[in-house]
C-alpha cells in the first residue's frame, strides 16, 4: 500500500512496516488500548494522517535512537520515549549538533526537539499497549542510549542502527557514537540478552537495505549472526588483525570501512581504541 510516498506492509495482524522515499524504515504496533510508532522516518509532510490511516487507538512514539531520520516526527507526539544515555547525550551536545548536518543532508526544513519532555526510558521500562507488551534493550554503540524494543506477541526485534541494516555497514564514525572497545563490551552483553530473541524477525531501522538486489537476490540478512560478526569484528580491529575494505569523505572526516562475515561498520581511525 502506498501514502504520499511511504510503502506500508502490514507484517502481521497489528504489526506494520512503513519505509519512506529514503530507504528510513518505522513500525506500527497496535495494541487493544494504545498504538505505538517505532521511530518516525524523514519526509517533509507530517506523519500522523497517515497513522491514523491505520489505527483509530491513540499513538505514543518510541525512538530506537536520537537522530533525525529516527526522530524527525516527534513533535507530532504527545508521549515520545527515548533512553536516559541519548537524552543525556543530547543535553551535552553530540547529537543536537548532528541534527544541523542532518537538515542539510536530508534537505528537510529545521525543526525544535524539546528532548526535555521526552519519557526516559531504561532496560526496566516495559510499554503497555494492551495485550502488546514492548521490552526496552539497551544496545549502546551508534549512540550512547540506542535501543532495541522486543514485541513478543508479534516475536520481532525492532532494532534501529544498533548494528547497521543487513548488508550496509553500520555508521560508528559520527559524533557521538561510541569507541570499538565500548562497542564491543556493549555487543558482548548483547549477545546475552539476545539469547532468548535469536528465532524473532529482526526490523533494522533502514529496512529496504536489506531487500534483494541484483549483487544480492536473497537480501541481506539482519539477525543474530550480523550481531557475533559485528562483536568479531571489534575485536579483529583492536588486535589490529584486519584491514580496512574501503575509505571515505564525510564531511570532514575520513572514514574507513572494515568488514567481516555478513557484517561491517564505517569508522574514523580515531576510534579505534
Ligand atoms: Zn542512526
Same mark, same amino acid.
Given at each position: 500500500? #502506498? ?30 488500548? #494504545? ?33 533525525? =531520520? ?5 513533535? &507530532? ?6 533512553? &536516559?544515555? =541519548? ?63 522486543? =514485541? ?7 532494532? $534501529? ?27 558482548? *552483553? ?24 541484483? =549483487? ?33 569523505? *564525510? ?12 557484517? $561491517?561498520?564505517?569508522?574514523? #581511525?580515531?576510534?579505534? #581504541?
Amino acid at each position: 500500500m #502506498k501514502f504520499n510516498g511511504y510503502t506500508i506492509e502490514e507484517l502481521q495482524p497489528g504489526l506494520y512496516a512503513i519505509d519512506d522515499e529514503k530507504s528510513d524504515s518505522m513500525y506500527l504496533i497496535v495494541g487493544s488500548e #494504545k498504538a505505538l510508532l517505532i521511530d518516525t522516518c524523514v519526509m517533509q509532510d507530517d506523519i500522523l494522517p497517515m497513522l491514523q490511516t491505520l489505527t483509530d487507538k491513540p499513538i505514543e512514539l518510541a525512538l530506537t535512537h536520537a537522530h533525525i =531520520d529516527h526522530m524527525y516526527h516527534s513533535g &507530532e507526539f504527545g508521549t515520545v520515549y527515548l533512553h &536516559e544515555k =541519548d537524552i543525556a547525550a543530547w543535553k551535552k551536545g553530540s547529537l543536537k549538533l548532528l541534527m544541523y548536518a542532518g537538515y542539510a543532508m536530508f534537505h528537510v526544513p529545521r525543526k525544535k526537539f524539546n528532548v526535555a519532555r521526552f519519557v526516559p526510558i531504561t532496560e526496566e521500562t516495559v510499554i503497555d499497549l494492551g495485550g502488546v507488551q514492548i521490552r526496552v534493550i539497551l544496545a549502546s554503540g551508534h549512540t550512547p542510549g540506542s535501543c532495541i524494543f522486543a =514485541d513478543d506477541v508479534h516475536k520481532a526485534l525492532f532494532m $534501529g542502527d544498533a548494528v547497521g541494516n543487513g548488508g550496509v555497514s553500520a555508521w560508528m564514525w559520527l559524533p557521538g557514537s561510541l569507541n570499538t572497545s565500548a562497542y564491543r563490551d556493549s555487543l558482548e *552483553q548483547l549477545l546475552v540478552k539476545l539469547k532468548s530473541y535469536e528465532t524473532y524477525q529482526f526490523l533494522g531501522g533502514h529496512r529496504p537495505q536489506t531487500f534483494p538486489t541484483a =549483487d544480492a537476490p536473497d537480501g541481506n540478512p539482519l539477525n543474530i549472526d550480523v550481531v557475533k560478526d559485528m562483536h568479531t569484528l571489534c575485536t579483529k580491529m583492536l588486535a589490529h588483525t584486519i584491514q580496512p575494505v574501503g575509505k571515505e569523505k *564525510q564531511a570532514v572526516l575520513t572514514v574507513w570501512q572494515y568488514a567481516y562475515g555478513i557484517t $561491517g561498520m564505517w569508522v574514523t #581511525k580515531r576510534k579505534i #581504541k
